[in-house]
């Protein structure tokens, strides 16, 4: 469409319905919600500072990058990362480069991810001989200078040489080329062209989570990983103890991952990752909740508050998205209805990538690699640890996600969505319930309905 953007400048101004109501949910939110943390260590580069959202409620690691020359701007989570280590290598010290590269990203508007994947790529045909500087026409040596990324981007957005085989991403480009280059695309890539994170070998609900969606769902991700990591945090804090370190400090025990899962995706067995039960469960609450979030616009370092240093109980309250939505709109939802909200809108998505040729159970998959090659490491959990069986430690490093075992989540989640377990296909008496009639009559016609 040649369209990159509408911009929209208002003059007037929108209250809301409640306004003492909105000062008090800041203030208790603020209350509960666990402090943010400072990423300019993970970083190694002082010339980052905090600069938080118009409004934010207490702030997170969104952060500007100041420069010795230029303009600064936003850097943090992956587009900060991505270029990091790589550019740490080349130099031999910490640099700007990484910065300059996000801001290529954000100038050409260009998935960061994708781009990942693409020079994990070229790095393994630079290797393997596959690709040489002279048919590229990029300094293949120079992977992780400012010099080799500018002139990979820009060949990808103009699509010169190179770039026109790279720019509709890594597996398109890899069968095009030809050469075997196929097999050079491992378990450091996704389906959908984009770098893995929190892979489904480690954390088993991510594995419906991948093979439902179109693209990275990094919210639903974060929503998982929102439980794991304070737990292990804790955990590491308790093999420290044992041998000779302070008692543990942390707060997610395994009683309360535990329990935070009941309350949160309805049954304590989510959380255990030694097995393949009731993860079409949680994984359906999880996309229901998300979808729900994202049409609120609220912050996803924030919200859902599933724990708190702060309450008694360390519980967090996942009703606070409604009580915020009532406030504001003066049309007041609870977190049922939020969650039904969120149902309706997942299933109308279903419903267009079905549309648009996705069949069902047979397209519901994740990538091979998942079945036959062993976990080896995640990037912020190396040792593989996860909660198993009362939230007790399970080591599954050297682990694989079971084909059986996967096909039983399967069944389970289209149990849970009352989609059809045979095909993977919706039902009309779902649609309906949700007020998607409409939407039921068009597949029917197209024979695309169970």
Request: hydrophobic fraction near 35%.
């Amino acid at each position: 469409k040649n369209l990159k953007a509408i911009a929209v400048h208002g003059t007037g101004k929108i209250d809301v319905a409640d306004k003492e109501k909105v000062k008090a949910l800041r203030k208790e939110i603020r209350a509960v919600k666990a402090p943010a943390g400072n990423w300019n260590s993970m970083l190694g580069n002082e010339k980052t500072k905090k600069n938080i959202c118009f409004g934010c409620i207490d702030g997170c690691i969104r952060q500007d990058y100041h420069p010795d020359k230029g303009r600064s701007g936003k850097y943090f989570c992956h587009g900060a990362l991505f270029y990091e280590i790589r550019a740490q290598r080349y130099y031999g010290e910490v640099t700007d480069v990484p910065y300059l590269v996000n801001k290529l990203c954000d100038e050409y508007g260009v998935d960061c991810r994708a781009i990942e994947a693409v020079i994990y790529w070229l790095t393994r045909c630079s290797k393997s001989g596959t690709l040489t500087e002279e048919e590229t026409g990029l300094p293949l040596t120079k992977i992780g200078s400012l010099e080799f990324f500018e002139a990979m981007i820009k060949k990808i957005a103009f699509r010169d040489g190179i770039g026109d085989l790279l720019a509709d991403g890594v597996y398109k480009a890899a069968q095009r080329l030809g050469k075997d280059s196929e097999k050079l695309i491992t378990d450091y890539m996704v389906k959908t062209g984009e770098t893995q994170t929190y892979g489904a070998r480690l954390y088993v609900i991510s594995a419906l989570l991948y093979a439902f969606e179109p693209r990275l769902p990094i919210q639903q991700l974060h929503e998982v990983t929102s439980l794991m990591m304070p737990w292990l945090g804790r955990h590491m804090q308790e093999v420290a103890h044992q041998k000779g370190g302070p008692e543990p400090t942390a707060y997610m025990t395994p009683e309360l991952i535990g329990a935070i899962a009941k309350r949160m995706w309805g049954d304590e067995t989510c959380i255990d990752l030694s097995t393949y039960d009731k993860k079409g469960l949680a994984a359906a609450r999880i996309q229901d909740r998300e979808q729900a979030k994202e049409c609120l616009q609220l912050c996803d370092f924030v919200y859902p508050v599933m724990h708190s240093p702060n309450t008694p109980d360390h519980m967090g309250d996942p009703t606070l998205e409604g009580q915020i939505f009532s406030a504001v709109t003066g049309r007041q939802l609870d977190e049922q209805d939020l969650m039904a909200i969120g149902e309706r809108v997942y299933n109308l998505q279903r419903a267009i990538l079905t549309r648009e040729g996705r069949r069902g159970r047979d397209d519901d998959s994740i990538e091979d690699f998942n079945f036959d090659k062993p976990l080896r490491s995640e990037w912020n959990n190396t040792e593989c640890i996860a909660p198993g069986k009362n939230g007790e430690p399970f080591p599954r490093q050297g682990l694989t996600i079971d084909r059986d075992g996967f096909e039983q989540m399967k069944d389970e989640f289209y149990t849970v969505r009352e989609w059809d377990v045979a095909t993977g296909f919706q039902t009309r008496a779902k649609l309906e319930a949700l007020g998607l009639g409409d939407v039921a009559d068009r597949l029917e016609s197209e024979g695309l309905l169970a």
